[in-house]
């Protein structure tokens, strides 16, 4: 199980990739606008678009991923159900190793969930 916090990893990445942003600034735009049109409400939701960029995240052994797209699947309504049934087929595909990032992405639910009011 994983032993970091998913939010001060996503904080991480973003403060690492600074210098980058700064040295490549016209190729991070770029890829800014490639995940804003990948990911907006089309034919597809946005919301399942996130469901299958985690997947994605998951199957290929990325906690950045999964940190990133946990915070926009809370964001957008995102259910601990519809989380779990995900989380199954990524298992079903990707086995064991799938199944570790799984319940990485499952604590991940947990302790990235908004305070309730």
């Not at 600074?18 to 597809?44: C, E, S, V, W």
């Not at 990325?62 to 957008?76: E, P, T």
């Not at 990707?94 to 990485?104: D, F, I, K, N, T």
Request: overall charge neutral.
């Amino acid at each position: 199980m994983s032993s970091f916090d998913h939010n001060t990893l996503i904080k991480n990445i973003n403060d690492n990739l600074g210098t980058l942003r700064k040295a490549q600034p016209d190729a991070l735009q770029g890829f800014g606008q490639l995940a804003k049109a990948a990911m907006a409400d089309g034919a597809i939701s946005a919301k399942h678009k996130e469901l299958i960029a985690l997947a994605i995240g998951i199957t290929q052994h990325c906690s950045g991923c999964i940190g990133f797209h946990i915070k926009a699947l809370h964001k957008l309504g995102c259910t601990r159900v519809e989380l779990d049934e995900m989380l199954s087929v990524c298992v079903y595909m990707g086995g064991g190793p799938a199944l570790m990032y799984a319940a990485e992405a499952g604590a991940a639910w947990d302790s990235m969930a908004p305070v309730a009011a």
